[in-house]
């Protein structure tokens, strides 16, 4: 049966492609933020992942509002990015798990979870910043399963329903017939708000508590609703819901491979945590 | 959908808001192609015709007035895709929203380092 190695979160802020395209990683802005991946590059070098399952929001590029899914899982032998206003290159793509996407399916709707398939899908900054600050150099060297969860559009699915997904999430690539290592990745957040009168609202001690929770203590902050999670984080900040999803995944005890907080990257406080399944 | 208390300084993206603007948050969702930025660019006002915004709508995209375009039922997401044109980050949208000067955002932000570590209860 196939092994979960782990769980990655992290944030996926758009201006980090512009910094990694113009090479600005020890800028003193950027450096407490890009020396933090070091140590999960390090981890993953060590643990050879072969498959990501990575939760993660489309931010208007692969699903308007017409048909906007609660939760939608990618089932496409592969995965390309595109244009989201800003003109940013066209990456090579990534090689998507068919097997592991169709079990995924069959699991998560036999646990009675009503999910969209999708058999062609475009995927954002959301999933391609993460992948490149895990593995900067190179092509990316695993498969991915993407996993959307909708953060768009009013009501979003609650924190106790991502924590749920994540569990059946978990389950499935556990009873997947298969000896593919895998990696499950929750990608955005930490606090942050980019609208309103509120626009730069940041919540340090609530994102420190949080990471700290997501070891030891992950179904904290399920005990709040989306809209207490968007008063206490953002508009945007409520990205945690994917972070939530992909600990949801991890079953048993994991060990802190490593963390990091820096506040601004851009209107974001920047989140990272790596935890290993022991 | 109003059930819960405001938060401040915050308008949720729900069903209401979403009734609103429609046809502008079409609108700005093409704006993921640059063949449709460049149509948008060389004549705005047929643009936002054929997209059907109404006058709200228009004058608030023609005043590049962000948090008109909220009011007017706009989801950020789609704004940010418009904001793009015009060669604005978030940090100029963040500047425009809360009336300060750009530096002044951004040293807001720097100051939420300040903030204590641990929850107060």
Redesign the interface.
């Known amino acids: 049966m196939a092994n979960i190695l782990g769980g990655i979160t992290t944030s996926h802020v758009p201006?980090i492609g512009g910094a990694i395209a113009k090479g600005l990683q020890q800028q003193p802005y950027w450096k407490p933020f890009f020396d933090g991946y070091g140590p999960v590059q390090q981890w993953l070098g060590e643990v050879k992942p072969d498959v990501a399952v990575i939760f993660y929001n489309d931010?208007?590029?692969n699903f308007?509002?017409?048909k906007m899914p609660t939760f939608a899982v990618g089932a496409a032998p592969e995965y390309r990015n595109?244009?989201?206003?800003?003109?940013i290159p066209t990456l090579p793509p990534f090689r998507g798990e068919l097997d592991l996407s169709w079990h995924l399916i069959e699991h998560l709707v036999a646990r009675d979870f009503d999910i969209t398939t999708c058999q062609e899908m475009l995927v954002d900054h959301a999933i391609t910043l993460p992948l490149k600050l895990f593995w900067p150099e190179g092509t990316c060297p695993v498969t991915i399963v993407p996993v959307c969860i909708n953060t768009?559009?009013?009501?979003l699915p609650s924190a106790r329903r991502c924590y749920a997904l994540g569990q059946a999430v978990g389950e499935a690539i556990r009873s997947w017939d298969s000896d593919r290592r895998v990696v499950v990745v929750g990608t955005g957040g930490l606090s942050h708000?980019?609208?309103?009168?509120?626009?730069?609202?940041?919540?340090?001690?609530?994102d420190?508590?949080f990471m700290d929770s997501m070891v030891n203590e992950p179904e904290w902050a399920t005990q709040f609703?989306v809209?207490e999670l968007?008063?206490k984080t953002g508009?945007?900040g409520i990205e945690l819901l994917m972070w939530i999803a992909a600990r949801g995944a991890l079953s048993g005890p994991v060990r802190k491979v490593h963390s990091n907080y820096h506040?601004?990257i851009?209107?974001t406080?920047a989140g990272l945590l790596a935890l290993e399944a022991v | 959908m109003d059930r819960y208390p405001p938060i401040p300084g915050t308008t949720l993206f729900d069903g209401a808001q979403a009734r609103k603007g429609y046809a502008l948050n079409r609108m700005c969702f093409s704006f993921n192609e640059a063949a449709n930025r460049e149509a948008f660019r060389a004549d705005e006002a047929g643009y936002m015709q054929r997209y059907g915004l109404n006058g709200e709508q228009a004058r608030a995209i023609r005043e590049r007035d962000v948090l008109g375009l909220l009011a007017e039922g706009g989801n950020v997401y789609y704004l940010a895709k418009f904001a793009g044109i015009l060669g604005l980050d978030v940090q100029d949208l963040g500047s425009a929203q809360t009336g300060l000067s750009k530096d002044e955002f951004k040293a807001m932000l720097v100051r939420a380092n300040e903030q204590p570590d641990t929850l107060a209860s």
């Not at chain 1, 768009?152 to 009501?155: C, E, G, T």
């Open positions: 201006a931010h208007g590029l308007f509002l017409d595109a244009d989201e206003g800003w003109g768009v559009q009013h009501p708000q980019l609208d309103g009168p509120r626009a730069g609202f940041i919540n340090k001690p609530f420190l508590k609703s809209h968007v008063e508009t945007q506040i601004p851009s209107n406080a």
